[in-house]
């Protein structure tokens, strides 16, 4: 019986903005070359954005950083790991965002967390010395 073996695709980003056209290359290539549904594909690309769009806005504010995003398939499951070295921030509690209130009223902020929570299966967070590293798990399908 043939194992079923792991894929997996690395990018490092520098931590500007300008560079979200590179992931959704980067995540995009991945999803072609595994066949990842359009669903799936969608979902984990928006996760990723929004992750990484919080981590520059956010925990870099302008200045320089490094972000490395992993995307790893095994049996139907992916994997996305992103570690940064912004300030620590812990994107994996949910908000709760009023999705009823009038756009222009609305607080800045938390609605990419809440995104990421709606489109992901698992959406987990921990540190490691000066890192931060967030990890989503999202099953084809």
Known sequence: MKKHCPDTAK???SGKISE?????????????KNKIDG?????IELASDEAITNIIKHGF?????RITMEITRHSGKYTVKITDNAPMFNQSIP???NLSSDITKRPI??????????V???????????KNILVFE???G
């Open 11 to 13: 990018l490092i980003l």
């Open 20 to 32: 979200l056209d590179k992931l959704h290359k980067f995540v995009h290539k991945f999803g072609v």
């Open 39 to 43: 669903k799936t594909l969608f979902d």
């Open 61 to 65: 504010k302008g200045k320089k950083g």
């Open 95 to 97: 908000t709760h965002p």
């Open 109 to 118: 902020g938390g609605l990419g967390i809440y995104l990421i929570h709606q």
């Open 120 to 130: 992901m299966d698992k959406v987990h967070y921990s540190s490691s010395g000066d």
């Open 138 to 140: 999202k099953t084809a």
